[in-house]
């Protein structure tokens, strides 16, 4: 298995424009998980799906952000519009989804906002 | 509340066990877990231990775990160069969805 495949892996763009962060979770996985990492705040957990359903977006920042998960081989993280302060590196997790399975990370997307 | 506590920084010379803490909060997690980051690269599970145990041993690294004060430590013995990296410590949360609260990490500097 190719594990948890991120795209793009670097973005860099302007303040106000979307930014959308795709992910592929590993095939048979059925809990998926959005984390940002930066320096000031470390990891944070954004969001996270279970059978394709958003179980917790407590952690999402405020409305600009938000996720989907169409199903169970693809999500997005969307953010529109984008500030200089959302940059961070966005980690990609999904799991077997029963409490103490191992989260598999994705290598993440490094985002820059000009 | 939910947090995670470690310290952010530990130098130590090749060869030389290093020994990474934790504390943490929710004393009904069932599991602890240590991640591992390189850098440019996303977390990878390291090894965990069940609330159950005091002491669980793989290869060079030691976890024991202190329920009483909710504290968990990680020992790597023989620490090696490649050991260079950030550790995380991260409880679940009781409830299902295997939904994890990560420490801010602990970045170990390994030197000749």
């Known amino acids: 298995d190719a594990g948890v495949i991120q795209s793009p892996r670097h973005e860099v763009t302007e303040m106000g424009q979307e930014v959308t962060l795709r992910c592929k979770p590993i095939?048979?996985?059925?809990?998926l998980f959005w984390y940002r990492q930066t320096m000031m705040r470390g990891l944070e957990l954004l969001i996270y799906?279970?059978?394709?359903?958003?179980?917790?977006d407590s952690g999402m920042p405020e409305d600009r952000f938000s996720a989907k998960m169409p199903n169970a081989s693809f999500s997005t993280l969307k953010i529109q519009p984008s500030e200089p302060r959302d940059s961070a590196v966005y980690f990609c997790a999904s799991s077997f989804g029963l409490e103490g399975d191992e989260q598999y990370f994705g290598p993440g997307t490094r985002l820059t906002v000009t | 509340g939910e947090d995670v506590e470690q310290s952010l920084f530990l130098s130590v010379r090749e060869g030389d066990s290093s020994v990474i803490n934790c504390t943490y909060t929710d004393s009904s997690s069932t599991y602890l877990y240590w991640y591992k980051q390189e850098p440019g690269a996303g977390l990878q599970l390291l090894t965990y231990i069940f609330s159950n145990m005091d002491m669980k041993q793989d290869q060079r690294l030691t976890v024991l775990l202190n329920k009483k004060d909710k504290h968990l430590s990680l020992r790597i013995a023989d620490t090696q160069t490649g050991d260079s990296a950030i550790y995380f410590c991260?409880?679940?949360?009781?409830?299902?969805?295997?939904?994890?609260?990560f420490g801010a990490g602990t970045r170990l500097a390994v030197h000749p």
């Open positions: 095939s048979g996985h059925n809990s």
């Open positions: 799906f279970n059978n394709n359903v958003p179980i917790d």
């Open positions: 991260a409880e679940i949360l009781s409830g299902g969805y295997n939904k994890l609260i």
